[in-house]
């Protein structure tokens, strides 16, 4: 952060749009759970999730695009004064009368589609940023905000809906929408005119071009990485694809914990949006921890995320065997933890290996699969809590991971050593 203050400022930026995303997600999630919903409590509140993950799916191919062929400092400000506008629109409207429960669907579409902008914007933005040395470390504070974002959003927005219904919660959206917008205008991107993609590497790490290199001697169709199709990125890298699949599948059951913590605190703990909130806050800080202290973790990429995904369904289980506050509050503290060491092992490792021409699509490209899994999940898991109890539904989640993490471990003694340098690194500071 001193070494890169213009890092500082968009890292704050993305810290404010997605506390901001979370805490509507959250409080209208509850608002749903614990003052609107009828008789498909579940239902109601999984399509809300649903329809606030979509964007991320479904726009992939525009984002890329996007964020490929225009200034990244430009885009990340129009995507936050986007979201600003909107939530400022949905809080006069609140101000004025009720927010209709469709209006509620279309805010939570809208600003799910400007985040899907920022994020990917912005870890592409990391090189241009940063030295090539603090990469992995800006990619933990990148990761991280996930973590910041969820223990502030999902703290204030149940606490929000329990206080004055939905009308703070959108205001408060704004003001922080508005306010990441001016950061990101304010930073500099001082390597953007001089990142390019150049002579890569046997593990994918590519060279930056010195500020003086001729524009002539740059490939062009290297130059230019909108000339390769979305599809092919993956294609060319089986590895990398088989274990975003891995993950995606975990997805399914980690992602439903948004929809099963609301329903768990109203049929089980029997209790109100401040343990909701808790339990958020627990879910976050955990996330935090974990993306700190994943780089120091020794072990390959791929044994340390097949043990962190046992670790996650025996976390995200036991709720479903032994009920309590404090039981919830560890477990999610847990699962957190487990889900940023993944984040900043894995994320850390395809800054290396994708080539620069590729990394504006393949990470729009990965957080649609990522995101893929979340609407479904939503969807699904909150149609199964209008038939099945909460705790049964802990049970379901732990069980379906446990399957994934084999999957994981198998792959990796799969991968051929000598064609994959970089996976058998140990992360700075570690010792294999």
């Known amino acids: 952060m001193l070494r890169n203050p213009s890092f500082g400022r968009v890292w704050a930026g993305q810290l404010l749009t997605q506390a901001a995303s979370r805490m509507f997600q959250v409080g209208a999630v509850w608002w749903l759970v614990g003052f609107a919903g009828g008789a498909h409590r579940g239902l109601d509140s999984g399509l809300f999730l649903m329809l606030s993950t979509l964007p991320a799916v479904a726009m992939a191919p525009v984002v890329a695009r996007i964020v490929e062929r225009r200034p990244h400092r430009a885009v990340l400000a129009c995507a936050a004064a986007g979201a600003g506008a909107v939530a400022g629109a949905a809080a006069l409207w609140t101000y004025a009368g009720t927010l209709p429960m469709a209006v509620t669907y279309g805010v939570g579409l809208a600003l799910a589609a400007c985040q899907a902008v920022f994020d990917p914007c912005l870890t592409t933005s990391v090189p241009e940023l940063v030295e090539d040395a603090d990469i992995e470390s800006a990619t933990g504070f990148e990761l991280s905000t996930q973590s910041v974002a969820g223990l502030a959003g999902g703290l204030l927005g149940p606490l929000a809906v329990d206080a004055g219904g939905l009308s703070g919660v959108v205001t408060g ?74 993950f995606a599948a975990a997805n399914v059951f980690t992602t439903a914990v948004y929809v099963v913590m609301p329903l768990y605190t109203r049929g089980v703990l029997h209790s109100t949006g401040s343990t909701v909130a808790s339990l958020e806050a627990a879910l976050g800080a955990g996330t935090l921890v974990g993306s700190f202290t994943g780089g120091r973790l020794p072990g390959r990429p791929v044994t340390v995320g097949s043990v962190c995904l046992l670790v996650m369904g025996a976390a995200l289980g036991l709720p479903g065997l032994v009920t309590g506050h404090a ?55 909150g149609a199964l809590g209008d038939q099945l109890s909460a705790r049964t539904l802990c049970l379901v989640q732990g069980a379906g991971l446990v399957p994934v993490a084999l999957a994981l471990w198998w792959l990796g003694g799969r991968a051929a050593v000598r064609d994959q340098p970089a996976l058998t690194a140990a992360p700075s500071g570690a010792t294999a």
Request: aromatic share 8%.
């Open 327 to 381: 039981v919830a509050l560890g477990s999610l503290a847990v699962t957190g933890w487990c889900v940023g060491v993944i984040g900043v092992r894995f994320v850390a490792l395809f800054q290396r290996l994708v080539p620069a021409a590729d990394k504006p699509g393949f990470f729009a490209v990965m957080q649609a699969l990522l995101g893929a899994t979340f609407p479904v999940s939503s969807l699904l898991f």
């Open 173 to 246: 959206c704004a003001a922080g929408y508005l306010l990441a917008a001016l950061l990101v205008v304010s930073a500099r991107f001082p390597r953007a005119a001089v990142t390019c993609p150049a002579a890569t590497g046997a593990a994918g790490v590519t060279d930056q071009a010195p500020a003086d290199a001729d524009p002539a001697q740059v490939d062009p169709t290297q130059a230019d990485p909108a000339r390769r199709p979305l599809r092919r990125i993956l294609a060319e890298l089986p590895f990398i694809r088989r274990v975003l699949m891995c």
